[in-house]
Every structure is written in structure tokens, then in C-alpha cells.
């Protein structure tokens, strides 16, 4: 048994502005996540939620299934946080009764930081509900009701902590324990008693964008802003003089641009000067002239630069000699400066390059770009070796070439100056290339500083700064998997572009070519026809046809599409009148003839516990025993297109309850059983058993097992007799991921097994007797078999039993498993057999046998009918359901009015009674490799 923590880590300061108020919120988790994240990797589900909202629209849904939970605030830079002014944590906490199984329990009862000061953890024992009083280190929040909301207070100030050397590399956290998995709902985290200055207070503008303290920002960009809450209008002030932007007003603001009355809260500003610190701020106004105005906090960013580093990963140099240990690349990775200052370089030799000339040639050094670049200067380290500095460059001819073998030589170039021989030698060469095109510059040495020939010349290093001309920074981002159909590409313009040219295929080398599809847009973004499922290659061509080159090819991109879009997906749906799930979804209420429900009853109609994916699932109820069938039927406004976008397969997710045994047409099992284990020396659980003579084998896939317990067990066993404790070989999977070959090899023995975990269902597993040896395999796709483990003997008599074992693994709880694929050999023989072994006393299944269909209907009236595998109703897990268009017959698949569901079948009458849950329905396309 274990406890899962939940960290919510706070909070930062911003340098500007000072406004002081009682509460700091650091969540309010309205229309975003924020920096709030599940770390690291955790696996919890952070949504946007409405459940447990006490102000605003949203809260944060918190979805756990165990083991130690993060949820961590990323901190922005720059921002200090004094907890010793801080006197309580509070946050809003709401939790339903259905989201945590009986028995589990939650509390709050640490507060830790993790700073510069390292980890730090004190139990905080003042942890109180503040409606009531009352203290709930350990409240078993399973009694709370409903919906209801709980206050809950962290006492900082009484722990009595000296948090004093606390930096901005610091973060504080609050645990949350819980026993369980369920689903959190979090709303409005503050800190009380403290004063930050520049947090913004609720009715303030916050999260700028750009960033506060962005760099590389382009000359035009459009300033954007969250309103604060009541505001109508904004007055925007921008300038490049801090004080100037934080002391502006309407009347008084000399050289600061001020746009009053914005009813918007966005505002381009376009032209603006390279590489310059630009302030911003938003005054919220919450009505006309007579409104309150709430001067903003002051934000700032840097504007782009006139042009960049190239990367020395993106360039080779060589040269025509080289004195030993002394590699021409030196000049170009780095290597001697300062990584606290990369503008100052070492005075050790092994960092520099220097050419030697022994070939009686002039020393030369050669870079060749990955591409061509527009070129705007060279900055050059000359060789500072604290004896020999004298060999640094001092007249150079530089040639540039755009092929590598046709050269130009670039006219006026200075002569470079001499290094000092010192530590933190900083470049004292600057060379204007005049914004040159070239993938490859050639330096050869006329004369060096020794005053001599050029024999032995060197470099320390050099840095090619280049304009960037072509596209970059593509939305979405190189390798980006699940991007929406109905997404724009945009990218980050190339500097001097009039136009773009955007080739985009499924076909990388058609896009590298230049023979894919192609558009001409001006602006930089270009909204294109993508299919689901698809990858995607894309480059944008940057044209200028007044400037030389005139084209600017881009690099390759490339891009995933979702496979799947949703149909319907149960989320909407509540217990309001008009929402409910059946009033969408309708079913055989007052239908003599139509045994379904749709949703349960009494309310709440929808079922939030057991869900595929989300938050709600619905729950499908059905009665043949005495209507012929049971169905709901959604019936659309307006007929769908499943078909959009390429999609060729409908998908829906569906779990039913436990069976005890059904064999379907089809050939598949459903079945499930209970008992504490099969295990030691003795076993319980419900076995499907035929009789094996001599040597045979039984084969099958695990389509599922139910996680009533991580080790609750589904597999293909031989065993000597139908007694508990018999010898026996068993080849199971469980909840966990785990197949394990088991055996005991003497009746009442122990039982000892050979494991292999992280493997998943379904999973095809294999267990062969050949006289009284036994093998175990494992199969991935039931075609390629694994050994697990080595063969093992036991002895057994001719005549044995071989099937299928289920074990819950938990005494009186059912767990359903499902099988297909089932295959014996010839020497197993008879009709299946049920037993309960171990434990006689095993319940029967929650439902009995029936089979699950879906029919579509398009707005001519045809319909077409598909069934699910026989098993569905009693596979006790979610089962994806995958069906491709073909299997729809005669029907207009781009013209759907009606999706029914149900259980039945007229053909062969079943009568069976149950419940199955439907989730997660969707059209799309598998993914192409």
C-alpha cells in the first residue's frame, strides 16, 4: 500500500511594477493549463474542467491512478519568492464520491522546498478545512457529497521555518497524499499575508505574449494579452524607455507609443529596431469614462537581432597545412572560450589552428557551409598564443564561392589585428561581407605579424554571422505527431521575402525536388487540405524578385496528422434537462420492442468512474430477454461526412461486464473468474477446460483481463487433475503487463515461475506438452513465438486437461477476461467444460451473453449493420473496435443521418441482459508509416 503525492509548486516575482494586495493567485487555471504540468512524466491527466469552479469559467481536472504524483508549476526566470511574509496556502478542492473507490482516502500534509538551500521537508500539521474548522491531515474526503467544495489551508506561518536565501532557482511544494486513483479538481491556489510585487492582482492584465523577458522577437509582432476580470478596454503603452512606459499616462506620455480605448486585447506593431529592449504594459479600464482603471504590470521583450551566429555544426573547415595537434575545425567549435563569456578567448595553443606552409605554398584556411547563406560579417580571434602571437593572420585574401569552385574575391578587406597573448582576449576583427551569398570563404595569408614570410600563421577562432533570409520556425514544429486536419502551417519569414512558394506532400523526395504541390502566398502562413493519418513534408521557398539570389529554398519539414477525429465522444452530455445523454442518444423508453437504456437511472445519467479516455463515458443497458432487441439510436441535424479528410475507418471504444462463459460464433471467449490467486500450492480460479491425450498444445490470444488487481491473471494452462493443488504448467498474462510462465511440478507443490514484463494486451501465448515435457511461448502477432523460459518435466498422467484459467487474484471479486485466435491440436478433444477450481463458491457474471452492433444510416434510408466480436459484452475492459468502411454496404458513407448501437441479434436470439459501456467514437485513418 502506497500514498500519491501531489505537488503544486509556486511561486515568482516580477522586477517592475509594485502593487500589494492580500491574496496572490498563482492558479486560476481560466481558458489554460498555464505552466502547470504532470512531472515528471507522472502519467496524471491535468485538464481544463468545470467541476469544483469557484471563480471563473474553469478549474483543473487532476486524473491519478496511483504511485507518487507531481503536479509542478514551471517557474519563469528571474522571479523570487520571500516565504517568511507568507502566511497561509489556500486552495479550492472538490472531489466526487464516484471518483474514488470505497474505502480510499486523501490528505495534505507537507509543505517542502527545493531551492539553492536543497530539499527541504517539514510536516505541516495545521492543515484545515476553512469552512468548517477543522483539521484534515487525515480526512477521508469519501464522505464528501457531490460536487461539494472544500477550502483547504496550509498554516505556513506556524511552521516556524526560516526560508530566508531563497532565490529565483527556487520552488516550493505542497503535497497532496491519496490512496487510489480517482479524479482531483483544483480551483484558485493563493498565497495570503504577502506582498509580490508585480504579480497581478485579478482585475490586471497578465500573460503576455511575447514572454516577459522574450528575446529574438520579430520587428513586427502582435502584442496579446489575458484580460483581467471586468475589463472593457485596454490602454496600451509601448516604448524603449522603461521609465518613460511605467510612468506614461493618457495625458503625460513623451516618446511612448499610447493606443487608448483598445476593445480588443491584441495590437500590432510593426517596423521596429533591431535588437532593442522594448516595454509594454496594459491598463484594464471596466467601464467608460467614469471606470476603474488598473495600471498593468510592466512586461519586456528584446527584438531580433540584424543577423546570427551560423552554428560551427554547420560548417567544416580545413586547410592546406596544419602544424600537429592544431585542427583547422578549432577555429570554428568553440573551443577556448569562455563559456561564461563566449566573446573571450583562452591563450592555449591546442584550442587555435595554426598552418605551417611547409609545402612552400601560403598558408590557407577553408569554411564550407552546410547551404548557402546571405553573409553580413566575419568576427575574427587572431592566434593568441601568449609566445608566438606574432603568427596571427594580418593581410588576408578572402575569396567566397556559392558551389566551392567558382571563387570571388571579396574586396576591402582590413587587416586583422593582432592578438595580445592574454587570457580573456576578446575579437578585435571585424570583416562586412557585404551580405555576399556563399556556402564556402577561403582566407589565404600575404603576411602575418612576425614581420616575416607567413610561415606558420594561425586563428584562434572566427564567427560568420549570417541574415536570415530563408523560412524558419515552422507551427507546427519539425517531427510533430496528431496535428489537427484543419490546421494552418505558418513559419517565421525570411528577411527580405515578398512572397513564398510552399511545396507540401506525403512525398519527401517530390518536396526536396521541388515537383510537390506548390502555392504562392504573401503572407506567412497557408492553410492546406491535409488528410488524417498522414505524414507530411513541407518547405517553404522565401522570393524576392529585386533581390540576388531571388529564391531562398527552405529546409524540409515534416509533420503527423491525427489519425482520428471524434464523433461523439459522451462529454457534453449532464443531468440538466435538455443535456441529458438520452435526449441526444435516444432508446427503447415506452418501445415495447427496443429493450435498451441509455444512461443510468436514477441520475447521474452518464458514467464517470469507468471511462475510456475523458471524463464521461455512457453507460448502455440491455433487456432481450423479453424485446427483440435493444438499441439508441443518434440522429443528426445535418448528415455527416465520415469520409471527410480521407478517413476510411470508424472506431469506438467499448467495455462490457463480466460473462461467466460464452463461447461466440466467431470463436472467441469471454469468461472470468474469481479466487485469490493461482499460485503456491494450492489455486482458485474458474477454468474452460477440454481433455489432452498424449503430447498437444492450446494457443490463444489475451485479448484482455480485467485490472482487478495488477496480478489478476488470463491464460492457456495443462493440468493434471481438477483438484487445487494439482501439478500443473500455466502460461498467463496479467493486469500489469506481465507474462509469466508458471508451473508445479508435483501435485501440492510449490509453484515457481519465469517472467517477462512490459508487454501488453492482447497478447498470444502458447503452451505446448510433449510427453511430459512442457514449453511456454510468447507471440506478438501469434506468427513469430518466443520461448519463455526452458522447457520444464512434469510428470503427468496420458489423460490431462488443458484451457483457459482466470484468476481475480481477489477473493468474491469477478475479473473478465476475453480470448480469440483459439487453437488446440488434435489430441485435445471434447466440448468446453466449466469448473471452479479451488473455490467452488465463484458468482456468476453480471451478464449474460448477447452480441454488440453497430448500423449507419445515411439520409437515403439505407442502413448497414456490423457486429462487434462475439465476446464484447463480457470483456471487462476497454476494447478498441476498428472497422473499415468496406464493411458498410451499400450505403453513402459521406451522408450519414443515424449511428444506432445495440445488443441483439434477429438471426440468432441470444435474450441476453446486461450492461456495456461506449466511449471515444471516432472516424480517421490510420497513421501510414
Not at 748 to 770: D, E, F, M
Request: glycine share 10%; proline share 3%; net charge negative.
Amino acid at each position: 500500500m502506497y500514498t500519491k503525492a501531489i505537488y503544486l509548486i509556486s511561486a515568482f516575482v516580477l522586477i517592475y511594477s509594485c502593487t500589494s494586495h492580500a491574496d496572490v493567485v498563482i492558479g486560476d487555471f481560466e481558458g489554460d493549463l498555464g505552466t502547470w504540468i504532470s512531472f515528471p512524466d507522472s502519467g496524471a491527466v491535468l485538464e481544463l474542467g468545470t467541476v469544483g469552479t469557484t471563480s471563473g469559467n474553469s478549474s483543473l481536472n487532476l486524473t491519478v491512478i496511483g504511485g507518487y504524483w507531481e503536479l509542478q508549476w514551471i517557474l519563469p526566470e528571474g522571479l523570487v519568492l520571500d516565504l517568511n511574509n507568507v502566511t497561509t496556502l489556500e486552495l479550492d478542492a472538490a472531489m466526487l464520491v464516484d471518483n474514488f473507490a470505497e474505502g480510499t482516502w486523501t490528505k495534505i500534509d507537507k509543505l517542502a522546498i527545493n531551492s539553492d538551500l536543497g530539499w527541504r521537508e517539514v510536516d505541516v500539521t495545521t492543515v484545515i478545512d476553512k469552512g468548517t474548522g477543522e483539521e484534515i491531515a487525515s480526512k477521508d474526503w469519501g464522505t464528501w457529497s457531490g460536487d461539494s467544495n472544500r477550502t483547504i489551508t496550509w498554516d505556513i506561518g506556524a511552521v516556524g521555518y526560516d526560508w530566508t536565501g531563497l532565490t529565483d532557482s527556487s520552488y516550493v511544494t505542497f503535497s497532496i497524499a491519496a490512496m487510489g486513483a480517482g479524479v482531483f479538481h483544483i480551483d484558485n491556489i493563493r498565497l495570503n499575508g504577502v506582498d509580490i510585487p508585480g504579480w497581478p492582482t485579478p482585475e490586471q492584465a497578465k500573460k503576455p505574449s511575447p514572454a516577459h523577458r522574450a528575446n529574438d522577437i520579430p520587428r513586427s509582432v502582435t502584442l496579446s494579452w489575458k484580460p483581467g476580470i471586468a475589463a472593457q478596454t485596454h490602454n496600451l503603452f509601448f516604448g524603449s524607455d522603461l521609465n518613460d512606459v511605467n510612468n506614461a499616462t493618457l495625458a503625460e506620455h513623451s516618446g511612448v507609443i499610447v493606443v487608448e480605448g483598445l476593445d480588443v486585447n491584441n495590437y500590432e506593431i510593426d517596423n521596429l529596431d533591431f535588437e532593442t529592449i522594448y516595454y509594454w504594459r496594459v491598463d484594464e479600464v471596466t467601464g467608460g469614462t467614469s471606470g476603474s482603471i488598473y495600471k498593468g504590470i510592466l512586461w519586456s521583450f528584446t527584438s531580433e537581432p540584424y543577423s546570427y551566429k551560423i552554428p560551427g555544426e554547420n560548417i567544416t573547415a580545413s586547410a592546406g597545412s596544419s602544424y600537429p595537434g592544431n585542427d583547422p575545425n578549432n577555429t570554428i567549435n568553440e573551443s577556448g572560450l569562455n563559456p561564461e563569456n563566449m566573446d573571450l578567448h583562452s591563450q592555449i595553443t591546442s584550442d587555435m589552428w595554426l598552418g605551417t606552409g611547409i609545402d612552400g605554398n601560403n598558408v590557407w584556411i577553408r569554411y564550407d557551409f552546410n547551404k548557402l547563406y546571405k553573409l553580413h560579417e566575419m568576427l575574427v580571434w587572431n592566434y593568441n598564443g601568449a609566445i608566438f602571437s606574432d603568427a596571427g593572420f594580418k593581410e588576408v585574401k578572402i575569396e567566397y564561392s556559392d558551389d566551392g569552385q567558382t571563387w570571388e574575391t571579396l574586396p576591402d578587406v582590413p587587416e586583422f589585428a593582432q592578438a595580445p597573448g592574454v587570457e580573456g582576449y576578446e575579437y578585435n576583427t571585424v570583416v562586412d561581407f557585404n551580405e555576399v551569398s556563399a556556402q564556402s570563404v577561403r582566407l589565404t595569408v600575404l603576411s602575418n605579424w612576425s614581420g616575416s614570410d607567413q610561415f606558420l600563421s594561425g586563428l584562434s577562432e572566427v564567427r560568420f554571422m549570417y541574415i536570415p533570409v530563408r523560412a524558419r520556425e515552422p507551427e507546427p514544429e519539425a517531427g510533430t505527431a496528431d496535428v489537427a486536419v484543419d490546421a494552418a502551417l505558418s513559419w517565421r519569414a525570411g528577411r527580405d521575402a515578398a512572397e513564398h512558394n510552399v511545396y507540401i506532400s506525403t512525398n519527401e523526395q517530390m518536396v526536396i525536388d521541388g515537383n510537390a504541390p506548390s502555392q504562392t502566398v504573401v503572407e506567412s502562413s497557408y492553410l492546406a487540405a491535409l488528410m488524417l493519418g498522414q505524414t507530411y513534408y513541407w518547405r517553404v521557398d522565401e522570393v524576392n524578385n529585386n533581390e540576388t539570389p531571388d529564391v531562398w529554398p527552405g529546409d524540409i519539414w515534416n509533420f503527423s496528422t491525427r489519425e482520428y477525429v471524434s464523433i461523439e465522444d459522451f462529454e457534453d452530455y449532464n443531468d440538466s434537462q435538455s443535456y441529458e445523454i438520452w435526449n441526444t442518444w435516444t432508446d427503447g423508453y415506452g418501445i415495447d420492442e427496443n429493450g435498451s437504456q441509455m444512461g443510468h437511472n436514477p441520475p447521474p445519467y452518464s458514467e464517470s468512474a469507468i471511462v475510456q479516455n475523458g471524463k464521461k463515458s455512457a453507460p448502455l443497458y440491455y433487456d432481450n430477454t423479453t424485446a427483440d432487441y435493444s438499441e439508441v439510436t443518434r440522429t443528426f441535424d445535418v448528415a455527416q461526412n465520415l469520409g471527410a479528410n480521407g478517413a476510411d475507418t470508424l472506431k469506438l471504444h467499448y467495455r462490457g461486464n463480466t460473462v461467466t462463459f460464452y463461447e461466440a460464433a466467431d470463436g472467441s471467449i469471454a469468461m472470468s473468474g474469481e479466487g485469490t490467486d493461482i499460485w503456491g500450492n494450492a489455486d482458485q480460479f474458474r477454468f474452460a477446460y477440454k481433455q489432452l491425450t498424449g503430447s498437444g498444445s492450446i494457443i490463444a490470444r489475451v485479448d484482455g483481463i480485467q485490472n482487478t488487481n495488477a496480478t489478476a491473471k488470463a491464460g492457456v494452462m495443462i493440468r493434471s487433475t481438477l483438484n487445487a493443488n494439482s501439478s500443473n504448467a500455466f502460461l498467463l498474462l496479467n493486469a500489469s503487463g506481465t507474462v509469466s510462465f508458471q508451473r508445479r511440478t508435483t501435485n501440492g507443490g510449490s509453484t515457481t515461475q519465469t517472467t517477462v514484463s512490459g508487454l501488453q494486451a492482447p497478447y498470444w501465448v502458447k503452451i505446448t506438452r510433449n510427453g511430459n515435457s512442457f514449453t511456454a511461448q510468447r507471440s506478438a502477432d501469434g506468427i513469430t513465438w518466443i520461448n519463455v523460459g526452458s522447457a520444464v518435466t512434469i510428470s503427468m498422467g496420458s489423460t490431462v486437461y488443458a484451457g483457459l484459467a482466470v484468476t481475480s487474484h481477489t477473493a468474491n471479486v469477478l475479473a473478465a477476461a476475453a480470448f480469440s485466435g483459439i487453437q488446440t491440436s488434435d489430441s485435445i478433444t471434447g466440448d468446453w467444460a466449466i469448473a471452479a477450481i479451488g473455490d467452488t463458491e465463484q458468482a456468476e457474471g453480471d451478464n449474460t451473453p448477447d452480441v454488440l452492433f453497430i448500423t449507419l444510416e445515411d439520409n437515403n434510408g439505407r442502413q448497414s449493420k456490423v457486429f462487434a466480436s462475439g465476446s464484447a459484452v463480457g470483456t471487462g475492459v476497454w476494447t478498441e473496435w476498428a472497422i473499415p468502411y468496406g464493411n458498410f454496404t451499400n450505403i453513402d458513407i459521406t451522408k450519414i443521418k443515424r449511428i444506432k448501437i445495440g445488443i441483439g441479434d434477429s438471426s440468432d436470439t441470444l435474450k441476453g441482459k446486461g450492461l456495456v459501456y461506449i466511449d471515444n467514437m471516432c472516424r480517421g485513418h490510420a497513421l501510414v508509416q
